[in-house]
């Protein structure tokens, strides 16, 4: 079975500050990883996945993450964040060998202070 | 460029009530979802599809049934409403399987009393 633990749940930061949102998954089995977006009253939105390859992902507004299979991690990041990236954020695991089903974390919330 | 659509975006049950969301693809996805969010959590998985005629439960299919006669459409039925049930739901579709980006609609929400 897979899980996936993301350690806050409300992360405040100030604009144009740099921000780091942690993940953490549980599996047996190699799996692909995910962050999605959710600004207010949306559905959700890929930010960046991970499936293979360079361990480093860069993903649409600035935002970038990191899959360490030692640590289980894929914390996402950014050097620089706006007002506008001010929305929850989902990091989410799938198996590889199977029907692209996500396993979501609880979310965290960003909240960009002017 | 419409994406994926649901409808209705906001209703209210009465308990024991039935009612089916409606969603619906014109991206030609193979692959379509459901998915509940309830309040501080993330989303679990209903149901899916993997295509026209084939459909399989997810991690919390109870009290839920679904359908897949056509490619772009994949309504969610809601038998015998409960408060349990009250949540945001949410479809999606992908083009193929395992890896493939998920496309969500913008939810439907919602609420039994």
């Known amino acids: 079975a897979q899980s996936v633990t993301q350690l806050d749940s409300q992360v405040p930061v100030f604009e144009e500050a740099p921000v780091e949102l942690r993940c953490n998954y549980s599996s047996s089995v190699s799996v692909y990883l995910f962050w999605y977006v959710q600004y207010p009253n949306q559905g959700l939105q890929l930010l960046l996945k991970?499936?293979?390859?360079?361990?480093l992902v860069k993903g649409i507004n600035g935002f970038e993450a990191e899959f360490n299979k030692s640590q289980t991690s894929f914390h996402l990041r950014n050097p620089s964040v706006h007002i506008s990236d001010t929305a929850e954020y989902f990091c989410a695991v799938s198996d590889p060998s199977g029907a692209n089903n996500l396993f979501f974390g609880t979310g965290t919330r960003l909240t960009v202070i002017p | 460029n419409a994406g994926v659509t649901q409808t209705p975006k906001f209703r209210i049950l009465k308990i024991g009530q039935s009612m089916t969301l409606q969603c619906t693809q014109d991206?030609?996805?193979?692959?379509m979802y459901w998915y509940r969010q309830d309040p501080g959590m993330g989303l679990k998985l209903i149901y899916y599809s993997v295509g026209a005629g084939i459909t399989d439960k997810g991690e919390v299919p109870n009290g839920y049934n679904v359908s897949r006669s056509t490619t772009e459409d994949f309504p969610l039925r809601l038998e015998l409403a409960a408060p349990s049930q009250t949540s945001v739901y949410f479809c999606?579709?992908?083009?193929?399987?395992?890896?493939?980006?998920?496309?969500f609609g913008e939810g439907s929400w919602l609420t039994v009393v």
């Open positions: 991206m030609n996805h193979n692959y």
């Open positions: 999606a579709s992908s083009s193929s399987g395992s890896g493939n980006t998920i496309y």
């Open positions: 991970y499936l293979s390859g360079s361990t």
